[in-house]
């Protein structure tokens, strides 16, 4: 019997989100058939290590956030030679780094929103860009500390004083549809498009009961989901992603303008998440969606 050792926890501003992923993702490799060993993950790098000895068969990845989809947890289990789901070191690394990423895809030819790396200090004396726009950690996943600065809103100082997350990106702000796409190694799953009553897909939209709705498959043209599509596709070899990633865009009705804004390299794999929906709407149920990732772990990729 295979055996599978699930990370969750971490220590990123997203641990509560992996530590809800982890336990779902047991039950899930359990009823798969997997002998199944939970390793809760803290500070703690060599209490990690000690309960990866003797070496599972294969690590699932179920951390979000800095230290655990940013290449460092990748590295860790690459010197271990211990194969684990998800991607490997490079396309994490580029993945978490917003302006990495943006340049990645840029070079490639896809379609993203202008922007600036600022020091956060500057929002005092000016705004960056013309409104709207916003503003964003460079390396934080699930919308953590993202805020949409206005026209005459004086949001200004209010996000500078509540941020600690070293540089920031000030991008363009795309008026629009919330969309997002998942890919399977070389497959776009569908378009899923996201309906909150937030001012936008924040962290509170993405992970509260009843905090947005999915409409899947978007209620969009099929020219538009084929292109959507072809974008999420493109954005995963682009960076070189393996396994799972989910690709968010932004699509403006009014001008056709469809923008990619990021791909996440450890999609969310609770109850609200989108992937485990596009999965099922394809004919993929939980369990076999994560077998699917432990079958094809690898590890120095």
């Known amino acids: ?10 220590m990123s501003a997203e641990r509560e989100v992996s530590l809800n992923t982890g336990r779902q993702v047991l039950l899930a490799l359990e ?18 290590i000690a309960a990866l000895n003797p070496a599972p068969d294969v690590v699932f990845n179920a951390l979000h956030g800095r230290f655990g989809e940013d290449g460092t947890v990748q590295g860790v289990l690459d010197y271990l030679g211990i194969a684990y789901t998800h991607s490997g070191v490079l396309a994490s690394a580029l993945a978490i780094d917003k302006a990495a990423a943006k340049s990645v895809f840029a070079q490639a030819g896809l379609p993203v929103a202008p922007h600036r790396i600022i020091e956060i200090g500057e929002l005092l004396d000016h705004d ?29 100082a209010e996000i500078v004083n509540a941020w600690h997350f070293g540089p920031a990106m000030a991008e363009q702000f795309v008026p629009g549809r919330e969309l997002t796409v998942c890919v399977l190694e070389d497959r776009a799953l569908a378009v899923t498009e996201i309906i909150t009553d937030e001012e936008f897909y924040d962290y509170h939209a993405k992970y509260s ?49 469809l923008v990619l804004l990021e791909v996440n390299t450890q999609p969310g794999m609770t109850r609200t998440s989108l992937l485990p929906e596009q999965a099922a709407y394809v004919g993929m149920s939980f369990p076999a969606l994560c077998a699917w990732m432990v079958e094809r772990a690898k590890c120095r990729v």
Do not use: Q
Request: some cysteine.
């Open 1 to 10: 019997m295979t055996k599978v050792a699930v990370l969750f926890g971490g």
């Open 31 to 48: 009823e798969a058939g997997f002998e199944v060993v939970p390793v809760e993950v803290t500070a703690d790098l060599a209490a990690m």
């Open 128 to 156: 960056p860009l013309p409104v709207p726009y916003v503003v964003k950690p460079i390396n934080e996943g699930s919308s953590v500390g993202v805020s949409i600065v206005r026209g005459g809103d004086n949001r200004r």
């Open 209 to 257: 009961p009843g905090g947005s709705r999915h409409v899947l498959p978007a209620e969009i043209s099929p020219e538009m989901t084929s292109r959507a599509k072809e974008i999420a596709l493109a954005a995963h070899r682009a960076l070189g992603c393996r396994g799972a990633s989910r690709a968010d865009l932004r699509y403006d009705e009014e001008s056709g303008r």
